[in-house]
């Protein structure tokens, strides 16, 4: 009787291990069955999506002129001689160096570096090798997650948890996942507006310039695991590789970048464009969207484009409208339009006088990095109304600006424009035995731009001297220097900027203090008249006195030297 039931016992676990096994058995055909209908499905859908994308990538439109416009080579970079010559000397050579370059948009700052690149890539004694990458990053756009899930710049652990962690991920395996720092290794990193880059990014990113390399955590790993590969234990051993120059590119000014990162670089600057060499854009633009121009259209672009970037955009709108409505050809008055609804404003040229004029003088002045302008400096002198208690008034100035400090704190600073004046008018006391108190002098900056004030004294100084002896100054000379009590010109900064603008608004003579005369460059057409003392700008800027007119009548005593009817 038992051995009966024993048996049927095992024929029913034999029997209920065969239904099991059948389930298992038709669950994995089932399972295989999903598996290939969903391959089948995945590999039609890859299908249909790569004929989609050969469809879209056959449908191209014809490319924007700012793409045929991109220079190719450094004969195409117009207007940065000085900068290319110091952008080659911080990369091309044996040690490269991590660059800062500074400049306004459009005026070529992502082309150099690119062309730099290359160009050292042909030179024997760079480490740069023939296949190093150029990688270039908007600091605007690259975005980063403070848990360390994503960081394009710098690189991230795909740890387990994460969807779409794949294969490794099931297995339990971090996964480092390279940024742009790694794959321009043994190359250049660009990263352009660098000065808009969050600051926990820059201070991932300085650690990387430091070391060389890129360090990665994470908590999912474990250096004894053998389940890991071996190219990953390597990776959080020794890091990711990330030995790169940095060339970073800011529209911004020095002052508003973080000294750490400024510290670490070479600093170069781009300079904005001048009339000429945005006319030289718009005709090559013009010459490769094949239309005709008429007299002067390349011309009136510069009157309104700011850099090379508005210049091409000009064109192209202007050719888009002449060839809608059949021409080939386009005029200034396509120019004007385009500019009107661009709401382009015309570029306000500094200017010189036509004619000798009492009281008005040509100053040189720095608007920014490598900007540099001519500065219109008036002044009037009346007869005080009670001798003794004349005044000083001071004009167009901007007597206080503010600036971006270290920590993004503001910082005032007031103009020192008054104090120069004043400092002029007791050298010019002296000089020519005039007492200021019986006067009231009015001096005036029209165009109401910044000015520090030192660096115009010297021009100060003409313009007053100019008012009180009534003789007019030359109009094609200008004048930059600060002065002392003592009747010193002393060196001014920007020299070589503030020639250059001179030079393209047509100034003949410079005067400028002799301690800065080597670091001014010849000008075509322009002289330059290096001078030490007050006595001499004035006899170089000031004309004889207009036949039949007489010295102011409040200063009938004056040097003999300075009433001279000769200019030095």
């Not at 090559?284 to 259209?297: D, M, N, T, Y």
């Not at 021409?327 to 404003?345: G, Y």
Request: a neutral charge; one cysteine or more; charged letters at 20%.
């Amino acid at each position: 009787m038992m051995k009966v039931v024993a048996l049927n016992l095992l024929l029913i676990l034999s029997f209920v291990q065969s239904i099991q096994m059948g389930v298992v058995a038709i669950y994995f055909i089932q399972t295989m069955r999903a598996q290939q209908g969903n391959r089948n499905a995945i590999d039609q859908l890859s299908k249909q999506q790569q004929e989609e994308l050969r469809r879209l990538r056959a449908n191209r439109l014809t490319p924007p002129l700012a793409r045929k416009t991109r220079p190719t080579s450094m004969g195409e970079i117009v207007g940065q001689k000085e900068g290319l010559a110091a952008l080659r000397a911080a990369l091309c050579g044996p040690n490269p160096q991590h660059v800062i370059l500074y400049g306004p948009p459009g005026v070529g700052k992502t082309a150099a570096a690119r062309l730099v690149l290359e160009e050292a890539k042909r030179n024997v004694h760079s480490p740069f090798c023939a296949d190093a990458p150029f990688v270039e990053v908007d600091a605007t756009t690259v975005r980063f997650d403070e848990r360390g899930i994503a960081d394009p710049l710098i690189g991230s652990v795909h740890d387990p948890i994460y969807q779409g962690a794949g294969a490794m991920g099931i297995a339990g395996i971090p996964q480092p996942k390279p940024g742009a720092v790694t794959r321009a290794n043994g190359g250049v990193l660009f990263i352009d507006e660098i000065g808009e880059l969050h600051p926990y990014q820059l201070n991932k990113l300085l650690k990387v310039l430091e070391d060389g390399k890129v360090l990665l955590e994470s908590a999912y790993y474990t250096p004894g695991d053998p389940n890991i590969p071996k190219y990953i234990h390597d990776i959080f051993q020794n890091g990711l590789p990330a030995d790169f120059r940095l060339v970073g590119a800011t529209t911004r000014s020095p002052k508003e970048l973080p000294e750490a990162i400024r510290s670490r670089c070479v600093e170069i600057f781009f300079r904005p464009l001048t009339e000429k060499e945005i006319t030289l854009i718009a005709q090559r633009a013009i010459e490769k969207v094949g239309v005709l121009a008429g007299p002067g259209v390349a011309e009136t672009i510069a009157d309104y484009a700011n850099n090379g970037r508005d210049a091409v955009s000009m064109v192209q709108l202007a050719a888009g409208l002449a060839i809608e409505q059949g021409r080939r050809n386009i005029e200034p008055k396509e120019i004007h339009w385009v500019a009107q609804h661009s709401q382009l404003a015309k570029r306000l040229r500094p200017h010189l006088a036509s004619n000798p004029q009492v009281g008005r003088v040509n100053g040189l002045a720095v608007a920014g990095p490598n900007i540099g302008v001519l500065l219109e400096i008036e002044a009037a002198v009346l007869p005080a109304r009670t001798p003794g208690k004349g005044s000083i008034t001071v004009t167009g100035i901007v007597e206080e600006e503010q600036l971006s400090g270290r920590g993004g704190e503001a910082l005032r600073r007031k103009s020192m424009a008054k104090a120069s004046v004043e400092t002029a008018t007791s050298l010019l006391r002296r000089l020519l035995r005039i007492d200021p108190s019986n006067f009231d002098i009015h001096v005036n900056f029209p165009g109401g731009m910044p000015v520090d004030g030192p660096s115009a004294g010297a021009a100060l100084c003409v313009a007053i001297a100019s008012a009180l002896l009534q003789r007019p100054v030359e109009p094609w000379v200008a004048v930059t220097g600060e002065i002392s009590l003592l009747g010193e010109i002393k060196p001014v900064g920007g020299v070589a900027a503030k020639a250059a603008a001179a030079a393209e608004a047509g100034v003949k003579l410079i005067l400028l203090p002799a301690a800065n005369a080597a670091e001014v460059e010849a000008q075509e057409g322009v002289a330059i008249r290096s001078v030490e003392t007050v006595e001499e700008v004035l006899h170089a800027a000031l004309l004889p006195q207009p036949a039949g007119e007489e010295a102011h009548h409040l200063a009938p005593s004056l040097p003999g030297a300075l009433l001279s009817e000769q200019t030095g």
